[in-house]
C-alpha cells in the first residue's frame, strides 16, 4: 500500500524558515510528477510547487524566489524549504506524487494527509 507522509510543518515567526519533507512508502515502480499544494481558511487550494522526474521545476508566483522544492529519489522524497515566510502562507500543506505502484504498474495520483504551517508573531 503507497502512502505519502508529510512532516516538518509548525509555528514560525515572519521571516522565519521551515523545511517540509513529504515520504512516499510501499512497494513503489516509479514516481514521476511530485508537488506541493496548500489550503488557507476559506480560500481556494494553491498548487505551491512542483517537481518532475528530470528535476524541473515550477512555481507559483506568490512563492518564487522564497520557496524551493527538491527531491531525492533515492529515498522518493520531497521536500520544500520556505524561506521569508509570510502570515499569508498560513495553510494546511500537502504534497501529491503520480505514483505507479508495483502491484498495480498503473500510474495513479497520491496525496498526503496534510501539515499545518503557521506564520504569526
Known amino acids: 500500500q503507497v502512502q505519502l507522509v508529510e512532516s516538518g510543518g509548525g509555528l514560525v515567526q515572519p521571516g522565519g524558515s521551515l523545511r517540509l519533507s513529504c515520504a512516499a512508502s510501499?512497494?513503489?515502480?516509479?514516481?514521476?510528477?511530485m508537488a506541493w499544494h496548500r489550503q488557507a481558511p476559506g480560500k481556494k487550494s494553491e498548487r505551491v510547487a512542483s517537481i518532475l522526474s528530470d528535476f524541473r521545476t515550477e512555481y507559483a508566483d506568490s512563492v518564487k524566489g522564497r520557496f524551493t522544492i527538491s527531491r531525492d529519489n533515492a529515498k522518493n522524497t520531497v521536500y520544500l524549504q520556505m524561506n521569508s515566510l509570510k502570515p499569508e502562507d498560513t495553510a494546511v500543506y500537502y504534497c501529491n506524487a503520480d505514483i505507479t505502484p508495483v502491484a498495480t504498474m498503473t500510474e495513479a495520483d497520491y496525496w498526503g494527509q496534510g501539515t499545518q504551517v503557521t506564520v504569526s508573531s
Open positions: 510501499g512497494s513503489i515502480f516509479s514516481i514521476e510528477a
